[in-house]
């Protein structure tokens, strides 16, 4: 009996051990199927983000202070990031977001969309984050390029975006 549930027990430790990746990982190389209230109080989809466009995701809080260097910086250079769909989410209430987007003057820019995912959080189980901020490039077809938790490179992001086709 014991001989029989060998194979079982190795099984099972191999699928714990691929539940426990780094953090980061999503579950897939695709796209997560979000879903955001926007400041308006809109819901906006991931299916919603324009086609034929690579995609960066920023999972932040407007509250942290790493994610508001990100974000100062990210706003400074949004010009190098014009050929993509930004969509900028958390998981702070709606009063949070708007104050965000009054503060960035995020309407100013038609490729980005800022949301909440509110306490769904979803986006943050499917890449097990730990840490914010949290950024995710994507090509136009949804799939994963490249990932940055905490620490994010903008220079480097950019480089990135700029080879995709």
């Known amino acids: 009996m014991i001989a029989r549930l060998f194979p079982f027990r190795f099984l099972l430790i191999a699928i714990v051990s691929v539940l426990l990746t780094a953090e980061g990982k999503s579950q897939s190389n695709k796209l997560p199927a979000f879903s955001m209230t926007q400041a308006d109080g809109k819901v906006f989809k991931a299916q919603d983000l324009p086609k034929g466009k690579p995609i960066i995701l920023i999972y932040f809080s407007p509250d942290c202070e790493h994610c508001q260097k990100l974000m100062d910086s990210f706003f400074k250079q949004t010009a190098r990031f014009k050929k993509a769909s ?68 903008l220079k480097e992001l950019a480089g990135k975006l700029a080879r995709l086709k």
């Open 86 to 153: 930004v969509a900028m989410m958390t998981y702070l209430p709606v009063d949070k977001i708007a104050e965000f987007v009054k503060t960035y003057k995020v309407g100013r820019y038609p490729n980005i969309y800022a949301g909440t995912e509110g306490n769904t959080l979803f986006v943050q189980r499917y890449y097990n984050l730990s840490q914010i901020p949290f950024v995710a490039l994507y090509t136009k077809n949804g799939d994963f390029v490249t990932s940055y938790v905490r620490t994010v490179p």
